[in-house]
């Protein structure tokens, strides 16, 4: 779906006005929307079907840019997380390498070329924990990783190697809420 | 598509407008299409004689005022009516009752034949005083009791500032109230005011009762008297009665996303299963005519001429009762470049600004809705709007009562969009 430039929300072509902020979407350029891209995760495999019930990665914001749900996402199956998928940055300077499985590192280079990753390497993990979604932070300071729930306003932070379960529309936050950050929201399919 | 469409006998005169005419085919792709509706030069008549049936809360409540140090909400009341029927002529026709915990008539439906008529409605008036509760189905009843006569144009004009005291048995009443008005052909104008009426049961009734009936709330007697004014001359130009549109998509694979008539408030039409709407629209004036703003969903559009939508027009000529129905039917092209693309038709995205605005103002963003109703080229509401953003600012503001005027005024704001824009159109033709 195209997006308004102005508040990133998303509309119909052929609409007039933005649905959310009434801005005149007929300029040519708003029309040309940047194509949607899936991230890959490592064992996930494109264009394969997944059965049973799905976990959408989307990445909402990346410090004050925007952006809507469905630009930049990940698709994971959950029975994947009964083997934890580590979210980080890929770095293939040390070795033994560093390879999480959903690497954010491409996409902080294109987005913010030149800008220091606010993502570590190794950053979180999304598991599976007595059949539930979890994160799990990685980095072993207590304001790296943080979540909102869904229908709150509210962020807590996860201190290092503890669990939190996951809900449909929940935010994971990389880095800090009113700093530097990644703020991805987990969207589930329905059964 | 876009332009006036004059039906073979002449009565009725519909212009289409589409967004785009030429629209860029992506796979979905909306389209909107504005319908515009007016009494043609043909049905122009003399003015038309009026039956308003006035029925005034008297309840204890109806001796506070809306703000501090500001007169009783009843003397509100009643210096509009009395500015009102300064305007009246001797061919209208008025009826006068109240309630309170009964409804009483005080002056039976009477023709204006000469000043003494005049005058016994204007003592009867002044002598209205609070009492005791609320019994709105009581008084409403009274006024739509006599029939109306074949040559006048009928309306119920009431006041309240209350709930009813006791809803088990007035609110279902009300009910039956409002389906009577609907078949007798009687519109109902109610005013509201203050913050503690039933909003939500009162519009109800109001869109029950169908026909151009509508709810206002006000704050002062300006606003009534102004607004009672208006709408008499919007009467007095009714030229088409029992109108009707009905709309239907063209193709199954075509999904009808929405449909808002903008007059004489804006209110979103039901639509069945997403393929088809009917309005009962009532009377139609020749200064405001009737608008629809529609919208369908293309999923798979292919570039050519594509038809969108059926449109069926029924209605009746208020003096001659010569009955019509028309049909329209409404294509669009696709194209398959952006570059082909028509520009976005003035008209439509002005509508689409007037709607986003009046959704601020429902939302209390009153500031926003100011700067949108400028855009839109309307600045007598974005100038209301400012107001309203300045008062709501002030300490002990209250909210609820901006809020409904605020509403009110949005929603009914197409009206004096739409007298404008013709007046305009009227100027430069």
Known sequence: MPTCKKCSGSYVHGQIICPNCAEDLDEPLALESPPAQLLPVAGVYEGVVHIGRTITLNVIEIDDRTFPEGRYFAIIPVQRLQVPVRIGRMDLSQFPHILPEFNLGGLLANLQPGLRPVVSRLHATLQLEREAPVVKPLVDHSAATWVRHTGSDRFSPIPPNTLRRLEDRDCIVLGHPKGRHVTLRVVFSHP | MSGIVLFPDALLKVAIRLGRTHVLAAAPTRVQILVETRPSAASKQMTAATDLRFVVDVSGSMAGSTRPGEASKLEVVKRAILGLLESLNTRDHVLLSVFSTQGKLIVPLTRLVNDSAKKRIYDAVQELQPDASTNISAGLELALTPAVATDVLPRVILFTDGQSSDPTTDHPRLDQLADLARTQLIPLSIYGTGSDYNWSLLLQTAARAGGGSFLKHVMDVQTLEGHMIAELAFLRGTAIDR?????????????????????????????????????????????????????????????????????????????????????????????????????????????????????????????????????????????????????????????????????????????????QVHKYQKGGS
């Open chain 2, 243 to 419: 109108f009707q549109i009905e709309g239907r998509v063209a193709s199954a694979d075509i999904a009808l996303v929405g449909a808002t008539a903008l007059m004489p408030q804006i209110r979103n039409l039901e639509l069945r299963n997403r393929n088809s709407f009917i309005d009962l629209t009532g009377a139609v004036d020749l200064h405001r005519g009737a608008q629809y703003l529609l919208e369908v969903e293309v999923p798979r559009p292919v570039p050519g001429e594509t038809e969108l939508l059926h449109l069926r027009f029924r209605g009746r000529n208020r003096t001659t009762g010569q009955r019509f129905e028309h049909t329209a039917h409404v294509p669009v092209t696709f194209v398959s470049q952006a570059s082909q693309q028509s520009p976005v038709d003035e008209q439509v995205r002005k509508v689409l600004i007037l709607l986003a605005a009046a959704k601020q103002a429902e939302a209390g963003v009153y500031d926003r809705a100011a700067n949108l109703y400028r855009r839109g080229g309307d600045g007598a509401t974005a100038t209301v709007m400012e107001g309203l953003h300045a008062a709501s600012q002030r300490p002990g503001a209250d909210a609820v009562d901006l809020g409904r005027e605020a509403t009110t005024h949005a929603y009914g704001a197409a009206t004096e969009f739409f007298t």
